[in-house]
Structure formats: C-alpha cells, structure tokens
C-alpha cells in the first residue's frame, strides 16, 4: 500500500448543520465542573460539540439553547459572555 489515504475526520456544525473537515470547526467541550470551555486543540476530554469558525454560527448556538443542548448542560451567564467574547474574534457575521 503505497498510497496513503489522507483522512480528514469531518464534523458537524450544531449551528447551521453542515458538515465540514475538523480543521474548520471549532470544538467546544463541556468539563467536569459544567464549564463549556473553547478546545482549540480538540483533546480535551469530555462531552464535544462544533461549531464553524464564524461568528454567524455561534450567534445561533449561543442565543439558543443549541450549544447547551449538544453538551447536555446550562450555560452560565459569565460562561455565555465569555464565548460571544470569544466569537467576536471570529471572522463573518455582523458587528454587534
Ligand atoms: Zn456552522
């Protein structure tokens, strides 16, 4: 076997449901203390979900219940606060 398949794992969106290479997703992971903590590395353990690299996406995952219901938990307040903070990194999506 000489060639070698590159395999890239794909990934669902929770916000717009598209299917997409990892590497164009964003895994948040839910941690032992019910903190949803941003995963750039994708190694940290616990229950994951995925969201684009754009703000369009998490503006939906995180005004609804999406993202809570996809890690099975409550986001806090401050927890809310600090992923919109972090999505307003994000490219796309109107300024709020
Ligand atoms: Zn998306």
């Known amino acids: 076997m000489s060639r070698k398949n590159k395999h890239i794992p794909q990934r669902t969106c929770i916000a ?43 503006e939906i995952g995180l005004k609804g219940n999406r993202l809570e219901h996809a890690l099975r938990t409550k986001l806090s307040i401050d927890n809310r606060q600090a992923l919109i903070e972090y999505s307003n990194n994000l490219p796309g999506g109107s300024r709020i």
């Open 16 to 58: 717009c449901r598209q299917t997409r290479d990892k590497e164009n997703l964003i895994r948040l992971v839910c941690s032992d203390g019910g903190i949803v903590e941003v995963d750039p590395s994708a190694k940290k353990p616990g229950r994951g979900a995925y969201l684009c690299l754009q703000k369009d996406c998490w």
